[in-house]
């Protein structure tokens, strides 16, 4: 294996390159990752290897940043972050399983994207995301898990991976309101929680009537299970709430390539600015690390909702 920390000795006699590959993938394919998430991670580590034809030494960050580079200089921003993501998944990997001292590519950071405030994925209008919850006939067990999967995606900003990530421990009741702690971006426990606003709370308990009519039903058990034959009463996996997301959407009439799972958290945080939320208590709702992440939605809602243009007049 030619990825330059040194293997600890007694692992490096039987181990191959590839069946690390594989150890890797398979923990990162448990942990949520796609199936194209996969596929691009595994073609990430190829490229760096290819880059290094064949070099043997210790990686450090400064060849993590002259891979970085050279890539910046004939691929675009997504592809080299991208590349840049699979080296720090795998190296923080080895450096988990004992197998490397520490990961060259952590300190490395990501290529600047142009200052564009606008997002990549749009939100949903509110008459769209009305129309999606509708789409769930609460009279079948599909319909009533994947209404509390949409509402807490809708109304409380969840991500698909947390919504993955959730067991039924985490849904607990703090003072007199239904709270459910989540695992964030790059989160290894559960440490923020969402408020379920009132109104939805029938929602999710109508899901924790159906659920507990399954045999497994212990704190440590998934929130949200799959219903096919196939997997039934197992973890709910990402691509599969990616799926539900987007048949909701064709049932409910969505239209728009810009319109994803995650839209309905961009929609969230959008109408959070919009009926008053301060930027520290957005910040605080979508769990932003970076407040210039939260100031980023506050600008494109004010570029969309209060438009220069609109106070051109030559009417005299």
Same mark, same amino acid.
Request: aromatic share 8%; charged share 25%.
């Given at each position: 294996? /030619?990825?330059? $920390?040194?293997?600890?000795?007694?692992?490096?006699?039987?181990?191959?390159?590839? +069946?690390?590959?594989?150890?890797?993938?398979?923990?990162?394919?448990?942990?949520?990752?796609?199936?194209?998430?996969?596929?691009?991670?595994?073609?990430? $580590?190829?490229?760096?290897?290819?880059?290094?034809?064949?070099?043997?030494?210790?990686?450090?960050?400064? /060849?993590?940043?002259?891979?970085?580079?050279?890539?910046?200089? #004939?691929? +675009?921003?997504?592809?080299?972050?991208?590349?840049?993501?699979?080296?720090?998944?795998?190296?923080?990997?080895?450096?988990?399983?004992? #197998?490397?001292?520490?990961?060259?590519? +952590?300190?490395?950071?990501?290529?600047?994207?142009?200052?564009?405030?606008?997002?990549?994925?749009?939100?949903?209008?509110?008459?769209? =995301?009305?129309?999606?919850?509708?789409?769930?006939?609460?009279?079948?067990?599909?319909?009533?898990?994947?209404?509390?999967?949409?509402?807490?995606?809708?109304?409380?900003?969840?991500?698909? =991976?947390?919504?993955?990530?959730?067991?039924?421990?985490?849904?607990?009741?703090?003072?007199?309101?239904?709270?459910?702690?989540?695992?964030?971006?790059?989160?290894?426990?559960?440490?923020?929680?969402?408020?379920?606003?009132?109104?939805?709370?029938?929602?999710?308990?109508?899901?924790?009537?159906?659920?507990?009519?399954?045999?497994?039903? /212990?704190?440590?058990?998934?929130?949200?299970?799959?219903?096919?034959? #196939?997997?039934?009463?197992?973890?709910?996996?990402?691509? +599969?709430?990616?799926?539900?997301?987007?048949?909701?959407?064709?049932?409910?009439?969505?239209?728009?390539?810009?319109? /994803?799972?995650?839209? $309905? #958290?961009?929609?969230?945080?959008?109408?959070?600015?919009?009926?008053?939320?301060?930027?520290?208590?957005?910040?605080?709702?979508?769990?932003?690390?970076?407040?210039?992440?939260?100031?980023?939605?506050?600008? &494109?809602?004010?570029?969309?909702?209060?438009?220069? &243009?609109?106070?051109?007049?030559?009417?005299?």
């Amino acid at each position: 294996m /030619t990825t330059g $920390l040194t293997v600890k000795q007694d692992r490096a006699l039987t181990e191959s390159a590839e +069946s690390i590959t594989a150890e890797w993938l398979e923990f990162e394919r448990a942990e949520g990752a796609s199936r194209l998430t996969l596929i691009a991670y595994r073609k990430g $580590l190829a490229v760096f290897e290819a880059w290094r034809a064949g070099e043997v030494g210790t990686v450090t960050p400064q /060849t993590v940043r002259e891979f970085k580079a050279d890539l910046a200089s #004939r691929y +675009s921003v997504q592809t080299v972050n991208l590349r840049l993501s699979a080296l720090r998944s795998f190296y923080r990997f080895m450096v988990n399983t004992d #197998r490397l001292p520490y990961n060259p590519a +952590s300190q490395v950071k990501g290529v600047k994207r142009h200052k564009s405030k606008m997002h990549k994925r749009d939100r949903l209008a509110d008459g769209e =995301i009305m129309a999606v919850l509708d789409t769930c006939n609460t009279g079948t067990l599909a319909g009533v898990r994947d209404k509390a999967i949409l509402s807490l995606c809708s109304y409380c900003g969840l991500r698909a =991976i947390e919504v993955r990530r959730a067991d039924i421990g985490n849904l607990v009741t703090q003072g007199d309101r239904l709270v459910l702690w989540v695992w964030g971006k790059g989160r290894k426990e559960a440490d923020e929680f969402v408020v379920v606003p009132f109104h939805q709370e029938p929602v999710i308990r109508a899901w924790l009537a159906h659920r507990s009519t399954f045999a497994d039903h /212990t704190d440590a058990d998934p929130l949200f299970i799959s219903l096919s034959n #196939r997997s039934r009463g197992g973890r709910l996996a990402t691509r +599969s709430i990616r799926a539900m997301v987007k048949a909701r959407y064709a049932k409910a009439g969505v239209v728009g390539s810009k319109k /994803t799972t995650h839209s $309905l #958290r961009h929609s969230a945080i959008t109408n959070v600015i919009r009926h008053g939320g301060t930027p520290m208590q957005t910040q605080t709702f979508a769990r932003h690390a970076s407040y210039d992440t939260t100031l980023g939605y506050y600008h &494109e809602a004010a570029r969309l909702d209060n438009p220069a &243009e609109d106070l051109i007049s030559y009417a005299g």
